[in-house]
């Protein structure tokens, strides 16, 4: 069957609720050095802000340090559970186009993986080079 998500998931999340707002987010991301934070209420996963988000519906937005989490973050949010197989997690990112996938069961989050956790713990590196690749790919262009 092969590994499992439970294997290669990052366990030590760093969580938001919806009390915090753009700047404490922004902080958070700069301490822990992530560009990705998942939005939670009593463990259960309800979204996940990017550092995209806060520049695209935040701060181009001109909206203050003091908005809403609700207000930026991402509400449809591709998951994947404890037991799904790290073969099938690299073509559910491919497909999606998604560089990070929290980890669900029960509704409630129990860990993310990153395309680089793919990669770096060297299991099914071949798989990770593909949805990297097929990510990279598909990639609308940037217009200025």
Avoid at 83 to 96: C, Y
């Amino acid at each position: 069957m092969g590994r499992t998500l439970r294997d290669i998931m990052s366990r030590d999340c760093v969580t938001i609720t919806l009390q915090d707002n753009v700047f404490e987010i922004a902080v958070k991301m700069k301490e822990h050095d992530v560009g990705f934070i998942p939005v939670v209420e009593n463990k259960k996963l309800i979204g996940v802000v990017t550092d995209r988000d806060l520049v695209v519906r935040g701060y181009a937005e001109k909206r203050s340090g003091s908005f809403e989490v609700k207000e930026v973050m991402s509400t449809d949010v591709v998951t994947a559970s404890s037991d799904m197989t790290v073969d099938e997690a690299s073509h559910l990112m491919a497909r999606n186009q998604i560089r990070r996938l929290p980890v669900v069961d029960n509704g409630e989050l129990v860990g993310i993986v990153a395309i680089g956790d793919l990669a770096v713990r060297q299991i099914f590196v071949n798989e990770a080079g593909e949805a990297l690749s097929e990510i990279s790919e598909h990639r609308a262009p940037v217009t200025v």
